[in-house]
């Protein structure tokens, strides 16, 4: 219990203005370009952005999306927000970046859907949404495509201190030995040197899978584990969840868009359509996990001025007229600033207000657990391994 207040209370220091965490280095804006994705910000500055230069976390999940997987998906959907907290409230605070490969087999619906890192997380949750476990039927599939999408294409950084890369290879079945796709362990030796961790969970016992799933492991450096079919995941739910729902939701109507009109418009759009999605169609649990990830993520959306005016990243008077919304267009310069001054108040105090509950709902959900005993589910698998490997990254 004193662990879970403590690690309340760290959070909620932090979320007064982001000033609990560690002296950080500063370096100036920077264009970090990948395989398919670039992140930059692009304004009109008088003089360079300061930006923290935290410790990263880029996390891809490979997922077998085929009939038998829906027990995994789902539990998946419930805990992801919860993996990725754990991250979150470590002491250095790190940035976390999420990929997702789902894969099926040739003749499926697909072989592999792709969407590479990024640090919107509500975008790789509403991904994982539309997951829908079908296909497959003759047992191995076409994991030799999947890991290489995962590796190569993912959209990973350049390696270097402070950062971790790290994948997991999820699946029930063997890979079939196309000739046209990369072996796996070829595929994941080359991850490794690029300075990558590759994990394997398998999920059920069908003959074939643990032997190579382990090998992955060993060559990927990585670890290997075994769970139950439906992915033993242990969804508590708790009388706390609606509210933080509700304060997630609140949170995210101080969103302000900005930037050239047409990728403002469509940035504003998908922003609307996630909180409606999440809002509707998650569970209650998965969205109180969410709340808190707004809670502790000073990095949580994309092209949001008052994100980044809070971080620092840019100033509202150096913002031209045009790339501001049309509602902002007509304030001066100081009632714009007092605009969004207000919005970041309004966050801080949804922050806190987050940060109590979770508090009241972490030890809630710990005295149920104690009830229901060890788990060996895919949320415990993938926490536990990443608990282990950030701190061999020199992660705190």
Do not use: H
């Not at 792709?114 to 919107?120: A, G, K, R, V, W």
């Not at 497959?136 to 999947?146: H, I, Q, Y």
């Not at 504003?268 to 359509?273: D, G, K, L, R, T």
């Amino acid at each position: 219990m004193k662990r879970l207040i403590c690690a309340g209370m760290t959070a909620l220091f932090a979320l007064a203005g982001y000033s609990a965490v560690p002296a950080q280095r500063t370096v100036t804006t920077k264009t970090t370009t990948t395989t398919r994705i670039t992140t930059t910000r692009t304004t009109t500055m008088t003089k360079p952005a300061v930006v923290e230069d935290r410790d990263t976390l880029e996390l891809v999940f490979v997922l077998d999306t085929t009939g038998s997987m829906g027990g995994l998906i789902d539990g998946a959907k419930q805990r992801i927000w919860g993996i990725i907290n754990e991250v979150m409230q470590k002491p250095s605070k790190p940035r976390v970046r999420v990929g997702l490969v789902a894969y099926r087999d040739n003749g499926d619906e697909y072989i592999t859907k792709l969407l590479p890192l990024t640090e919107d997380l509500d975008k790789a949750y509403t991904t994982l949404m539309d997951y829908q476990a079908n296909g497959g039927g003759d047992t191995p599939e076409n994991v030799r495509k999947a890991l290489a999408e995962g590796v190569r294409n993912a959209g990973w950084s350049k390696a270097g201190l402070g950062m971790a890369q790290i994948v997991f290879l999820v699946g029930d079945a063997p890979p079939q030995n196309y000739e046209q796709e990369p072996d796996v362990l070829v595929t994941t030796a080359e991850a490794v040197r690029k300075n990558m961790i590759v994990n394997t969970i398998q999920c059920g016992n069908l003959d074939g899978t643990r032997q190579i799933w382990q090998s992955i492991a060993l060559r990927g450096e990585g670890k290997y584990f075994a769970i139950a079919q439906d992915g033993g995941v242990q969804a508590i739910t708790t009388p706390f969840d609606p509210k933080l729902a509700e304060l997630a939701t609140k949170l995210g109507k101080t969103y302000v868009s900005y930037g050239e009109k047409k990728k403002r418009e469509v940035l504003a759009m998908s922003q609307s359509a996630a909180e409606s999605r999440i809002t509707s169609d998650a569970a209650l649990g998965a969205q109180a996990d969410r709340a808190v990830n707004k809670a502790v993520n000073s990095f949580q959306y994309d092209g949001d001025l008052v994100q980044d005016v809070e971080n620092e990243a840019v100033r509202v008077k150096d913002i031209r007229t045009d790339q501001l919304p049309e509602e902002m267009q007509k304030l001066s310069v100081p009632e714009r600033e007092k605009l969004i001054t207000e919005r970041i108040a309004q966050r801080k105090k949804i922050r806190i207000e987050i940060v109590e509950i979770s508090k009241q709902r972490d030890a809630y959900i710990a005295a149920e657990r104690k009830k229901l005993g060890r788990s060996n589910g895919f949320d415990t698998a993938v926490a536990a391994a990443l608990r282990e490997q950030l701190l061999k990254k020199g992660i705190k």
